[in-house]
């Protein structure tokens, strides 16, 4: 009789080989690995209820994530310990075998067109390994799209892309200003910049006496603060020394920190001043805890903190 288990074990020692190569690709920067976590994605997507579509053959290769164990597969849901051994090779023996009854179907989320194993993710790891195209599934349906979910995604991308179409969409801003520089590297910026407009059209509306019109507010704000701001930074020199940064970060950054200055004389203050800061500040090589600081309140500015 064929030893359905011995093939089982030679499969488990390829799937790890080539989880421990994909982490060594990734060690050197060449591709992301992780799986996506559907609950963090429905946390910050506000995904809301889902509906039972019933069961149904799904593709494989549009498995992205997992409820609750997307840190023990990566990539192509590759194993990332030794200790899934066991519970690895029964499932393929199996799939390999093919007198045996079976394996019930999976449980999946789905958004869009890609799906979050609720339940079976080392049935699709053994599936994904043995190249099958599909496999059998109960379907949970988020009916909210979130737009650009793909293998390896990282999930403040797709936030910070979602921002920047909303952005976009509300203030016509590659319409209105086409050589526009507003692009952030992190998410909470685009919102925040929304904040800055509403408060500024605000603004124009008392000092006029009549409702200033949203679109004219905005241009008004991006030639007047966003631009005079912006020139002041690119001045300072900073943004030479910081690559992988934009101008918009930086934009984001002193007008917090200007706000932070004027709270603490009590007093107004010029904004080439806390522009200044940031060359005090990089000269005396302490920039790089003051990004960190500001990435941090991005970061739970995104999260709604």
Not at 116 to 123: I, L, S, Y
Not at 205 to 220: K, L, N, Q, S
Request: hydrophobic share 40%.
């Amino acid at each position: 009789m064929y030893n359905y288990r011995g093939k089982a074990q030679q499969e488990w020692s390829q799937v790890r080989r080539k989880a421990l190569w994909a982490k060594l690709q990734a060690s050197l920067g060449h591709k992301k690995i992780n799986l996506i976590n559907f609950t963090e994605l429905s946390h910050r997507f506000n995904l809301g209820s889902s509906f039972y579509r019933g069961v149904q053959d799904i593709p494989l290769a549009k498995i992205v994530g997992s409820v609750g164990r997307y840190q023990d597969f990566v990539q192509a849901f590759l194993p990332t310990n030794e200790s899934m051994s066991d519970r690895w090779q029964s499932v393929a023996a199996a799939y390999l075998n093919p007198t045996s009854r079976g394996l019930p179907p999976i449980e999946v989320c789905q958004v869009g067109d890609c799906y979050f194993v609720r339940d079976g993710n080392h049935r699709v790891s053994v599936a994904r390994h043995l190249k099958l195209p599909i496999i059998e599934a109960h379907v949970w349906e988020y009916l909210r799209p979130v737009a650009g979910l793909a293998l390896g995604v990282d999930i403040d991308t797709l936030l910070l892309e979602a921002e920047r179409s909303n952005f976009l969409e509300k203030t016509r801003l590659d319409k209105l200003r086409a050589d526009h520089t507003i692009r952030f590297t992190a998410p909470g910026g685009y919102t925040d910049i929304l904040g800055q407009i509403a408060h500024y059209q605000q603004i124009l509306t008392m000092v006029d006496g009549i409702e200033m019109p949203y679109h004219e507010a905005m241009t008004a704000w991006y030639d007047m603060i966003y631009e005079t701001t912006v020139q002041s930074i690119e001045q300072a020199g900073v943004l030479n020394s910081f690559p992988n940064r934009t101008a918009a970060d930086f934009f984001i950054w002193v007008i917090r920190h200007h706000q932070e200055l004027e709270k603490h004389y009590s007093q107004p203050v010029m904004i080439e001043e806390a522009v200044g800061d940031i060359r005090k500040e990089h000269r005396s090589s302490r920039l790089g805890q003051f990004w960190e600081t500001f990435l941090r309140w991005l970061k739970d500015l995104s999260h709604g903190r």
